[in-house]
């Protein structure tokens, strides 16, 4: 039985899972010991473990639902009723599945149907069918309704997960109550495509709602992004009912202004700007404020003001990174939740920096005050990622934490705020350079 | 610029120490939207607060009306009050005006509702 209580995401440092931040979300005053098989979508695939099926225990249905009503991620949650290699298998294990946890569900006066999940393969009408009557065996006492049952059972058969490589037979399967769907439906309703206002680095949907779920955003939470741009990230937000304001140091961004990323738009038209996104999608009520801003250069009152800081900085490349004053300093705020990481394809460097330049997780910013929780590695192209680190505040902060990130050798492969860019477009030349041709808007 | 985030912001200018709070001068327009009054954020936000700024802030704007100069005892259940205090936090919006740091007198645009926080290089 593949029961997989390991990380969600893959994540080197912490044991600590994503689900496990998400269900403390829910509340839960019974655990029952019902197995529940969550679908994942195969997409942010680094994100995640390596298998679309994951199998959980120790949770209630009220945990099962509350997590599906938030992740972006998984596509679907079953309560578990049997599984197996072959079907087979799958009889034996459902005959020994307590007839008293199916018949509540199975009553004469209910209606239900059947569902055929095939993963990686197509089947014909007909064999699903003959699959569909293989399962009579069971204590279906209820009448077939195609159209609006009150209890969907699922017959799911995996494939794999090589489309060149289809097995005759299932790796393995499983058969269940459906219980509920994820929040994918986001993802397309929140395209990026279709937002009011868009810039050049606006984080793509999925994205910004994975990461509202790392932060664990909550109704009534107030909500700061230093790096707003366009609101992407503040947009994900406030569709969790939090409050929430930004900062950037971008004037035209931050009014709406200038020239439009669009490709058929030259400027920016009157109702383009980061409340009009908020707008476009009923949220507008979440919004508190945004200014230009300095991120370095703290505007705030010291005191616990934020509930989460959610935000996407400037990886130079794109945008160049900018800042007000003195090019001098070195100091690089910790609250930075994407670290930049690549590796050199090119033969120039020298051995010394690339040994610098490779990811290490030396390299992840630290704050005393702050525990990792996750760091999800995201592949961009051959040579680029990123990493979405997550933190948890586990202590407010004295006069001495403030300096303690500047002695951390972390920060010395990073000699001034571009040398990403200036790494990332060095490499540029000897490749055809059709990677940065590409916006986040065709990533999706 | 809503009085909730006026509250939280504070002079940066190099050498202030008493860059707080920020006085609002020269507001030249003001709106008062309406905004769906949420009784839990409204009590959440309430201990995060400098009341006095609060108070003074809506002061400033001619926006105080009957706002007390210290908070309400056991504000949770009392909804009148709430709804005063979401008023002055969520729908008062400064759109034309500006900050002023108290220490330095330096001043900070609003336009469009938007603050102007960036700061010269030489004040840096």
Redesign the interface.
């Known amino acids: 039985m593949r029961s997989l209580s390991g990380t969600l995401f893959h994540s080197s440092v912490s044991n600590r899972t994503y689900f496990e931040s998400a269900t403390n979300m829910a509340t839960s005053h019974s655990r029952s010991c019902l197995q529940y098989l969550l679908h994942l979508a195969q997409d942010n695939l680094d994100f995640r473990l390596p298998s679309p099926f994951w199998c959980l225990d120790g949770l209630s249905e009220e945990d099962v639902s509350s997590v599906m009503s938030r992740s972006v991620c998984a596509k679907s949650a079953f309560e578990l009723w049997g599984h197996g290699k072959t079907h087979s298998e799958l009889r034996t294990s459902l005959l020994s599945y307590p007839s008293e946890n199916m018949s509540p569900f199975m009553q004469k006066d209910s209606t239900y149907r059947i569902n055929v999940y095939t993963f990686n393969k197509t089947l014909e009408f007909a064999d699903r069918i003959k699959r569909i009557d293989a399962m009579e065996f069971l204590p279906f006492e209820g009448t077939v309704s195609l159209k609006s049952p009150q209890h969907c059972f699922c017959l799911l058969e995996d494939y794999g997960t090589d489309p060149n490589n289809i097995p005759e037979h299932p790796n393995y399967i499983y058969f269940g109550r459906w219980i509920a769907d994820g929040q994918r439906e986001l993802i397309r309703s929140h395209s990026v495509k279709n937002r009011h206002f868009i810039g050049n680095t606006s984080m793509e949907s999925g994205l910004s709602f994975i990461m509202a779920n790392h932060a664990k955003v909550s109704?009534?939470d107030?909500v700061f992004d230093p790096f707003v741009g366009t609101g992407s990230l503040l947009v994900a937000c406030s569709h969790f009912r939090a409050?929430v304001?930004g900062?950037d140091?971008d004037?035209n961004t931050?009014?709406g202004r200038g020239r439009s990323s669009r490709k058929d738009q030259k400027w920016r038209g009157p109702d383009e700007n980061i409340r009009a996104n908020l707008r476009q999608y009923g949220t507008e009520?979440m919004y508190?404020?945004?200014?230009?801003?300095?991120a370095s250069?703290?505007?705030?009152?010291k005191?616990?003001?934020f509930d989460a800081i959610i935000t996407d900085p400037p990886y130079g490349i794109r945008e160049s990174t900018r800042r007000?004053?003195?090019h001098k300093d070195v100091t690089r705020s910790p609250d930075v939740f994407y670290a930049e990481s690549h590796v050199p394809v090119s033969q120039a460097y020298h051995l010394s920096d690339i040994f610098t330049d490779l990811y290490s997780e030396e390299m992840v910013p630290l704050h005393p005050c702050l525990r990792l929780i996750s760091n999800c590695e995201q592949t961009l192209s051959s040579h680029t990622s990123r990493r979405l680190i997550t933190m948890e505040k586990i202590k407010n902060p004295e006069e001495l934490d403030s300096l303690a990130h500047l002695a951390d050798p972390c920060f010395s492969p990073y000699q001034g705020h571009n040398a990403f860019r200036e790494k990332y477009f060095s490499g540029q030349n000897k490749r055809c350079g059709k990677e940065d041709s590409k916006t986040v808007v065709n990533g999706e | 610029?809503?009085l909730?985030?006026h509250n939280?912001?504070?002079s940066?200018v190099k050498g202030v120490t008493k860059g707080?709070p920020l006085l609002i001068k020269q507001a030249t327009e003001v709106k008062v939207n309406e905004?769906?009054f949420?009784p839990?954020?409204v009590t959440?936000?309430i201990p995060?607060l400098?009341w006095s700024a609060l108070v003074h802030a809506a002061e400033e704007l001619g926006q105080r009306q009957d706002l007390p100069d210290e908070l309400v005892p056991e504000y949770e259940n009392n909804e009148e009050f709430l709804k005063k205090v979401h008023r002055v936090l969520?729908e008062v919006e400064v759109i034309e005006g500006c900050l002023r740091c108290p220490e330095s007198g330096r001043e900070f645009p609003i336009?469009?509702?938007?603050?102007?926080?960036?700061?010269?290089?030489d004040e840096?």
């Not at chain 1, 508190?288 to 300095?294: A, E, P, Q």
């Not at chain 1, 250069?297 to 009152?301: G, L, S």
């Open positions: 109704e009534n107030l409050y304001c900062m140091i004037y931050i009014h009520e508190v404020d945004v200014m230009v801003s300095d250069k703290p505007v705030w009152r005191a616990a003001l007000t004053g003195s | 610029m809503k909730l985030t939280m912001l504070t940066h707080y905004v769906d949420n839990q954020f959440r936000m995060k400098e969520l336009s469009r509702g938007i603050p102007n926080m960036l700061l010269n290089e840096v």
